[in-house]
């Protein structure tokens, strides 16, 4: 069902501050190029755009880890080997498999060289990651940008008979108002030619009935609402 759907698949601390950095690198680039963005003073500008947006990724990343928004696996030591000699201490053993890193953990320990370790009071994990869902979840990859549309800019198909009745219309004046007279419409469609051919009698009042509106086509007496009186005996 919807479990067996589930995205699996893990990101290491580096592949997560990545993808939150390039989403917070391409947001401020969209900012700055808005219209009416106010643009900040050379002296205010982070010299490294790319780097700015790596560290604010981190601090995003790792809040959202003590906060206990998201949630991490790793491998776990709790064997300290002491080397007198060195004088150092480091941890060994750890587990083979990933065991879930608490939002107590985040906030008591301290992170290694490179993000590479966490390291607190009894342990110590390496090699963490995250739910890739989850990171997704919360910095989500932004929407493809549809294509603007443009307006194609070709010429609206016509026929030499719909110019001819625009034609028309023009050269009589026709409005709601002024229907104009159909015989007037038909003599002067008779007069006008379409490939070098004169328009059939029947063509010429087809086009005049077309371009007045249909109440123009009843003449001048007024329709009566009511019983139909033509009763046959």
Known sequence: MFIEKLDRHHWTLDQAKQHIAKLILAQREREAAAPGATQRPEWAKP??????????????????????????????????????????????????????????????????????????????????????????????????????WKPRTVTPYTTPYLELMHGAIMAHGITVEHQGKKEALVAWYMQQKVDDEPLSNNLADAMATLIRLPHAQRGGAKRMIGPDLRETV
């Open 47 to 148: 010299e490294d755009p790319a780097k700015q947006s790596l560290d604010d990724a981190r601090g995003e990343l790792f809040t959202a880890l003590r906060d206990g928004d998201l949630h991490a696996t790793g491998r776990l030591s709790e064997q300290r080997r002491e080397r007198y000699a060195a004088g150092y201490s480091r941890w060994e053993f750890h587990s083979g498999y990933h065991q879930p890193i608490s939002p107590a953990h985040w906030r008591e320990g301290h992170l290694g060289l490179f993000d590479k370790n966490l390291e607190f009071l009894q342990g110590d994990f390496i090699d963490m990651r995250v739910p890739r869902f989850m990171v997704l979840a919360i910095w989500p990859e932004p929407p493809a940008e549809a294509e603007q």
